[in-house]
Every structure is written in structure tokens, then in C-alpha cells.
């Protein structure tokens, strides 16, 4: 009588666990990449949230703050030269849209690009 083996070969497992480690590297990789991106969309809420109702409110006020609060956060990346603040009538918008190259291997990067936009009423 013959018996059938049961099972996955080597090659098998080869095939199976490459993709997996390729994703779960970039993964890794691109976790402190959103960890920052995280940090920033903050700093701009509450610096639109804090400033709620501030008749005095002008660009070189908002950007202090959001410089203030990058200093607290420890953020490096994008500068503050990089948020946009402009004026829609009564209200102000912060904005802050930039990408985020992210190296692999021999290569091959990560582009993210990121979006967060903040209203001052």
C-alpha cells in the first residue's frame, strides 16, 4: 500500500514566506514615516484649534505656533516652510501637503504622499 505524503515542501514554504517578509519590511519601514506624518497632522489641529476665535490671528502668528509646536513634537520633517496658510474669507486653512521617499533595496523606494488640511475658524 502507498502512503501520500502530506504537506508543504521547502520550495513551497520559500514561495509562500518571501512575500510575506517583502511586505512586512515595508511595513517597518514605512511605520515611522506615518508615525511622523501622525505628529504633524496634530500640530496642526491644535494649532488651529487654539486659535479658535483669535480676532489678532495672522500668518506670522500661526507659523510661531506651528513652529512651537514642532519643537515640542520633535518633528524635523517637513519644515514649517512647507505648511501652507492662507486666508478663505474668515477663516484660515493650514495645509500641509508633501511627499515622503521611502528607500527599500537595491533601488526600489516608497512614495507616500500625505494631506492634511486644518481650518481656523
Same mark, same amino acid.
Given at each position: $500500500? ?5 504537506? @508543504?515542501?521547502? =520550495?513551497? #514554504? !520559500? =514561495?509562500? &514566506?518571501?512575500?510575506?517578509? *517583502? @511586505?512586512?519590511?515595508a511595513v517597518i519601514?514605512?511605520?515611522?514615516? %506615518?508615525?511622523?506624518? $501622525?505628529?504633524?497632522?496634530?500640530? @496642526? ?5 487654539d486659535n479658535v476665535? +483669535? ?6 502668528? @500661526?507659523?510661531?505656533? &506651528?513652529?512651537?509646536? %514642532? +519643537? *515640542?513634537?520633535? =518633528?524635523?520633517?517637513?519644515?514649517? +516652510?512647507? =505648511? ?5 474669507? +474668515?477663516? #484660515? ?8 521617499? !521611502?528607500? $527599500?533595496?537595491?533601488? *526600489?523606494?516608497? &512614495? !507616500? ?9
Amino acid at each position: $500500500m502507498r502512503t501520500r505524503q502530506a504537506g @508543504i515542501t521547502f =520550495i513551497g #514554504w !520559500v =514561495i509562500l &514566506l518571501v512575500p510575506v517578509a *517583502i @511586505i512586512a519590511y515595508a511595513v517597518i519601514r514605512l511605520t515611522p514615516v %506615518y508615525l511622523n506624518y $501622525m505628529k504633524v497632522a496634530k500640530a @496642526i489641529t491644535q494649532t488651529a484649534s487654539d486659535n479658535v476665535g +483669535d480676532a489678532q490671528i495672522n500668518v506670522v502668528a @500661526i507659523r510661531k505656533e &506651528l513652529q512651537r509646536r %514642532y +519643537d *515640542i513634537e520633535g =518633528i524635523t520633517f517637513p519644515s514649517v +516652510d512647507v =505648511i501652507t496658510v492662507q486666508r478663505d474669507g +474668515d477663516t #484660515w486653512t493650514l495645509e500641509a501637503n508633501y511627499e515622503d521617499e !521611502v528607500p $527599500m533595496f537595491a533601488g *526600489i523606494s516608497l &512614495l !507616500v504622499k500625505f494631506d492634511k488640511r486644518a481650518v481656523v475658524e
